[in-house]
T-cell receptor
Framework: EADIYQTPRYLVIGTGKKITLECSQT?????MYWYQQDPGMELHLIHY???????EKGDLSSESTVSRIRTEHFPLTLESARPSHTSQYLC?????????FGPGTRLLVL | DAKTTQPNSMESNEEEPVHLPCNHS???????IHWYRQLPSQGPEYVIH???SNVNNRMASLAIAEDRKSSTLILHRATLRDAAVYYC?????????????FGQGTRLTINP
C-alpha cells in the first residue's frame, strides 16, 4: 500500500483565487511528479522533481508552479485560478521502476 | 518516446481470464514495459512491469513476445473490481526521472 496523500480531494473555487494543492509521501522517495488529467482524457506530466530544491517542467505546459523544500512534500500552486485550470491533478512518487500515485485533487474553477 | 497501441475497450465476464494486448513495435532495447490501471475516480495503480522475460505477481502476469514488439497483460480470474482503464507504457531504464507517457489505454468492462 502506497503512502502518498493529496489534499484537498475536491476544490471548487472562483476565478482569480490563489490555490495550493498539497502532496506528501512518507516513503522517502526522491522523485516526485504532478500529472494533469481532464475528464475522460489521458494523463499528462506537468512537473517533476529529482529531489529537494529540484523542479522541472513536464511535457505539458502548465501555468502552475511547484516547490520542493522537503523530500516528503511537493505542493503545486496556481497564482490565479481560471476555468481552464479545471481538471484532476495527480501526484506521484517513485524509487525504482514503480510509481505510486495519490488519489488526486479534482479542481473546479468557476 | 516509443509509442504503444492498445484496443480502446474490451469486455469480459467475471471469473474468466482476460488477455489485454499491447503493441510496441518501436520499443528500444532499454525500454521496460509497464502496466498501470486506473479504477474509476482514483489515481493510477501499478500492476506489473518487465523487460524481456515473462513476469508474474499477485495481481497479474505479463507475457512478452520474443521480439519484444508486443506484450499481453493477463488477469487470470477477473473480478468486478478489475474494471478499470489499463495502460501499457514504455519507460527506459531510469537514469533520472521516470517520465511516464500515458496513452488512452484499454477500458476493461467486467460483466457479472
Amino acid at each position: 500500500e502506497a503512502d502518498i496523500y493529496q489534499t484537498p480531494r475536491y476544490l471548487v473555487i472562483g476565478t482569480g483565487k490563489k490555490i495550493t494543492l498539497e502532496c506528501s509521501q512518507t516513503m522517502g522517495h526522491d522523485k516526485m511528479y504532478w500529472y494533469q488529467q481532464d475528464p475522460g482524457m489521458e494523463l499528462h506530466l506537468i512537473h517533476y522533481s529529482y529531489g529537494v530544491n529540484s523542479t522541472e517542467k513536464g511535457d505539458l505546459s502548465s501555468e502552475s508552479t511547484v516547490s520542493r523544500i522537503r523530500t516528503e512534500h511537493f505542493p503545486l500552486t496556481l497564482e490565479s485560478a481560471r476555468p481552464s485550470h479545471t481538471s484532476q491533478y495527480l501526484c506521484a512518487s517513485n524509487r525504482g521502476q514503480t510509481q505510486y500515485f495519490g488519489p488526486g485533487t479534482r479542481l473546479l474553477v468557476l | 518516446d516509443a509509442k504503444t497501441t492498445q484496443p480502446n475497450s474490451m469486455e469480459s465476464n467475471e471469473e474468466e481470464p482476460v488477455h489485454l494486448p499491447c503493441n510496441h513495435s518501436t520499443i528500444s532495447g532499454t525500454d521496460y514495459i509497464h502496466w498501470y490501471r486506473q479504477l474509476p475516480s482514483q489515481g493510477p495503480e501499478y500492476v506489473i512491469h518487465g523487460l524481456t522475460s515473462n513476469v508474474n505477481n499477485r495481481m497479474a502476469s505479463l507475457a512478452i513476445a520474443e521480439d519484444r514488439k508486443s506484450s499481453t497483460l493477463i488477469l487470470h480470474r477477473a473480478t468486478l473490481r478489475d474494471a478499470a482503464v489499463y495502460y501499457c507504457i514504455l519507460s527506459p531504464l531510469i537514469q533520472g526521472a521516470q517520465k511516464l507517457v500515458f496513452g488512452q489505454g484499454t477500458r476493461l468492462t467486467i460483466n457479472p
